[in-house]
Nanobody, 118 residues
Framework: QVQLVEYGGGLVQAGGSLRLSCAASGRTFSRYPAGWFRQAPGREREIVARISSRGAITDYADFVKGRFTISRDNAKNTAYLQMNSLNPEDTAVYYC???????????WGQGTQVTVSS
């Protein structure tokens, strides 16, 4: 099992930035690809970004390319999502996840709310 806890959500004005953190415990986090997902009210959960187990490969949803950066520090068992140029459409609950392969995320955090005001 991997336990994940997200930090760093909050309220920010449009154009602002936030950095989300995902602290992992349990099994060796460095073995797992990690990802950030989000779910807005009335919408399905969608992937935002993912990163390979050692951080060499990253992948982003088109709607965040150039604005968000995913990273990880395996020595600290932590993944990050730097979010810049936020807009109200980015308002959602953001979830950290980890999984045994690139397309399967079995472990989830509880989510952190990000609200972007116009």
């Amino acid at each position: 099992q991997v336990q994940l806890v997200e930090y760093g959500g909050g309220l920010v004005q449009a154009g602002g930035s936030l950095r989300l953190s995902c602290a992992a415990s349990g099994r060796t986090f460095s073995r797992y690809p990690a990802g950030w997902f989000r779910q807005a009210p009335g919408r399905e959960r969608e992937i935002v970004a993912r990163i390979s187990s050692r951080g060499a490969i990253t992948d982003y949803a088109d709607f965040v390319k150039g604005r968000f950066t995913i990273s990880r520090d395996n020595a600290k068992n932590t993944a990050y999502l730097q979010m810049n140029s936020l807009n109200p459409e980015d308002t959602a609950v953001y979830y950290c996840a980890a999984g045994t392969n690139w397309d399967l995320f079995e472990y989830w955090g509880q989510g952190t709310q990000v609200t972007v005001s116009s």
